[in-house]
């Protein structure tokens, strides 16, 4: 099993000598027939699934009087994957979970039963919530026939953008994520930052996953993420999205996958990023494209060429520096109908991220991500994970400078449950980021400078490669925040 990264471009080059600054070129094509099965022949990516259906979002579970009273069954399921029957582990039987929609200052009550024959729980990417008791806790874990309430606070300063979940089982989170247990969350609010204009604007979740399938049944040993895969959005391979010429608006795009990464573009058109990992940025920024690790996320605003046609939203071929991803179409763009009316560029949002004095910086630490992943010895500083190990404890009130470097010769995403950061540098390089986030790419034989405040909440939680593959093989750590 091997890995992805990559770099923002046209914002302050993330591992510039890596990125490709891709652009879609116009499909010129007419969209597939829906009923003609694809033409794949490498194993694992011939299963009859059909191009060209209509774009579909997930099902969505909204809040109701301050709560979003939800339930979630994990189960082994056949399930539709672009009109094909495959077999997955997923929730509620489907591919692609249930979009969760609920707003700062509410509950999220979440009943999950497992229904699988191994243990299972659940994360919620992103989330600035409570790691302990029935909240983000994954150290809970839901043995097979049990079920698990969860009750999960969202603070009424709870930043609005888009989050997601899935299963973060210790040793089994690839297999079970990559059979399908990941869905989108999303925290309401983010249109009210917009000028008003933009506030009603058609708004799309688009949830990136890949699958590989073998015997009729989504792989889930000894997953190799650079053999050929099949990419969807929202589970559906090159599905159609209807806009106007001229028209804009709001994509949540969210790598809700196990291990590989995008490199997303759209027709040669500029995504402006309003939110990034689930952050309102400080000032929207303009890219060409936007690479995408498991776990990351980009609100964007997009505008549609003003010529009719088929474009292309596509995934560019990158170079990681163990896998070699080719440009993969993802979704097709008809644009068509009447020119829809021209919106202003956005150059600020109209609510600001709230400013946050700088601090003394209590604690400096590094942590060195290294290991093989052809013998799975991976780890940190040298020790694979042990749930029972404490390997840093912050106190509560405090911020932290972490050095966080990569001895290895790809690229690993760091990521860390319930508070987010802020990248200072990259390879000694000042950093301009555009907020916080959760989620950064670590360049190989490379090296990040993090800054973090411990400021709400105490509790053990972890951070780690968020490839799921390095993870379940070593590649996290445990942190306590103490009062």
Same mark, same amino acid.
């Given at each position: 099993?091997?890995?992805?990264?990559? $770099?923002?471009?046209?914002? $302050?080059?993330?591992?510039?000598?890596? $990125?490709?600054?891709?652009? $879609?070129?116009?499909?010129?094509?007419?969209?597939?027939?829906?009923?003609?099965?694809?033409?794949?022949? %490498?194993?694992?990516?011939?299963?009859?699934?059909?191009?060209?259906?209509?774009?579909?979002?997930?099902?969505?579970?909204?809040?109701?009087?301050?709560?979003?009273?939800?339930?979630?069954? *994990?189960?082994?399921?056949?399930?539709?994957?672009?009109?094909?029957?495959?077999?997955?582990?997923?929730?509620?039987?489907?591919?692609?979970?249930?979009?969760?929609?609920?707003?700062?200052?509410?509950?999220?009550?979440?009943?999950?039963?497992?229904?699988?024959?191994?243990?299972?729980?659940?994360?919620?990417?992103?989330?600035? =919530?409570?790691?302990?008791?029935?909240?983000?806790?994954?150290?809970?874990?839901? &043995?097979?026939?049990?079920?698990? %309430?969860?009750?999960?606070? +969202?603070?009424?300063?709870?930043?609005?953008?888009?989050?997601?979940?899935? *299963?973060?089982?210790?040793?089994?989170?690839?297999?079970?994520?990559?059979?399908?247990?990941?869905?989108?969350?999303?925290?309401?609010?983010?249109?009210?930052?917009?000028?008003?204009?933009?506030?009603? !604007?058609?708004?799309?979740?688009?949830?990136?996953?890949?699958?590989?399938?073998?015997?009729?049944?989504?792989?889930?040993?000894?997953? &190799?993420?650079?053999?050929?895969?099949?990419?969807?959005?929202?589970?559906?391979?090159?599905? =159609?999205?209807?806009?106007?010429?001229?028209?804009?608006?709001?994509?949540?795009?969210?790598? +809700?996958?196990?291990? +590989?990464?995008?490199?997303?573009?759209?027709?040669?058109?500029?995504?402006?990023?309003?939110?990034?990992?689930?952050?309102?940025?400080?000032?929207?920024?303009?890219?060409?494209?936007?690479?995408?690790?498991?776990?990351?996320?980009?609100?964007?605003?997009?505008?549609?060429?003003?010529?009719?046609?088929?474009?292309?939203?596509?995934?560019?071929?990158? %170079?990681?520096?163990?896998?070699?991803?080719?440009?993969?179409?993802?979704?097709?763009?008809?644009?068509?109908?009447?020119? #829809?009316?021209?919106?202003?560029?956005?150059?600020?949002?109209?609510?600001?991220?709230?400013?946050?004095?700088?601090? #003394?910086?209590?604690?400096?630490?590094?942590? =060195?991500?290294?290991?093989?992943?052809?013998?799975?010895?991976?780890?940190?500083?040298?020790?694979?994970?042990?749930?029972?190990?404490? %390997?840093?404890?912050?106190?509560?009130?405090? !911020?932290?400078?972490?050095?966080?470097?990569?001895?290895?010769?790809?690229?690993?995403?760091?990521?860390?449950?319930?508070?987010?950061?802020?990248?200072? *540098?990259?390879?000694?390089?000042?950093?301009?980021?555009?907020?916080?986030?959760?989620? =950064?790419?670590?360049?190989?034989?490379?090296?990040?400078?993090?800054?973090?405040?411990?400021?709400?909440?105490?509790?053990?939680?972890?951070?780690?490669?968020?490839?799921?593959?390095?993870?379940?093989?070593?590649?996290?750590?445990?942190?306590?925040?103490?009062?």
């Amino acid at each position: 099993m091997e890995k992805v990264g990559g $770099c923002r471009v046209l914002h $302050c080059l993330l591992l510039a000598s890596s $990125c490709i600054a891709g652009a $879609c070129e116009e499909s010129g094509g007419e969209t597939d027939d829906e009923s003609e099965p694809s033409s794949a022949s %490498d194993s694992g990516t011939d299963f009859g699934y059909a191009t060209g259906l209509p774009l579909v979002e997930p099902e969505e579970l909204r809040s109701g009087e301050g709560i979003l009273a939800a339930e979630l069954i *994990s189960q082994t399921a056949d399930v539709d994957v672009s009109g094909a029957t495959v077999r997955g582990t997923v929730y509620n039987g489907a591919f692609v979970g249930p979009t969760l929609r609920l707003s700062p200052g509410e509950s999220l009550h979440l009943s999950l039963e497992n229904r699988l024959e191994q243990g299972t729980n659940i994360h919620y990417h992103g989330m600035h =919530v409570s790691p302990s008791g029935n909240s983000d806790n994954i150290f809970l874990m839901i &043995d097979p026939g049990a079920t698990q %309430d969860y009750v999960v606070d +969202i603070p009424d300063n709870h930043e609005a953008a888009t989050f997601w979940y899935h *299963s973060h089982m210790h040793f089994d989170s690839e297999s079970q994520v990559f059979g399908g247990l990941s869905g989108v969350l999303i925290v309401e609010g983010l249109e009210q930052r917009l000028p008003a204009p933009h506030r009603d !604007v058609t708004q799309h979740v688009l949830a990136l996953k890949d699958l590989q399938v073998e015997n009729g049944s989504i792989v889930a040993d000894n997953i &190799d993420s650079n053999a050929p895969t099949v990419r969807t959005v929202n589970g559906l391979v090159e599905p =159609v999205l209807d806009m106007r010429p001229g028209e804009t608006q709001l994509w949540r795009i969210a790598n +809700i996958g196990a291990d +590989i990464f995008y490199d997303v573009a759209f027709a040669a058109r500029f995504f402006t990023v309003i939110a990034e990992d689930g952050n309102p940025v400080e000032r929207p920024f303009t890219a060409q494209n936007l690479v995408m690790p498991p776990g990351k996320r980009f609100d964007v605003l997009v505008t549609a060429p003003g010529e009719p046609g088929e474009y292309a939203f596509e995934t560019v071929s990158y %170079d990681q520096g163990g896998d070699q991803y080719p440009q993969t179409t993802l979704m097709r763009v008809a644009v068509q109908g009447d020119t #829809a009316p021209a919106l202003p560029p956005v150059t600020a949002l109209m609510i600001e991220p709230a400013a946050v004095a700088p601090a #003394a910086v209590a604690e400096h630490r590094e942590f =060195v991500f290294s290991g093989d992943d052809t013998t799975h010895n991976l780890a940190i500083n040298g020790m694979p994970f042990d749930m029972d190990r404490i %390997d840093a404890r912050p106190k509560l009130g405090t !911020v932290e400078e972490w050095t966080v470097k990569n001895a290895t010769s790809e690229q690993h995403p760091f990521h860390i449950h319930v508070n987010d950061f802020r990248v200072l *540098s990259v390879n000694g390089v000042p950093y301009a980021a555009a907020g916080e986030q959760d989620t =950064v790419i670590l360049p190989p034989e490379g090296e990040v400078v993090i800054r973090i405040a411990f400021l709400d909440f105490t509790g053990k939680f972890v951070f780690h490669c968020h490839i799921l593959g390095h993870e379940d093989g070593g590649m996290m750590a445990t942190v306590e925040v103490v009062p």
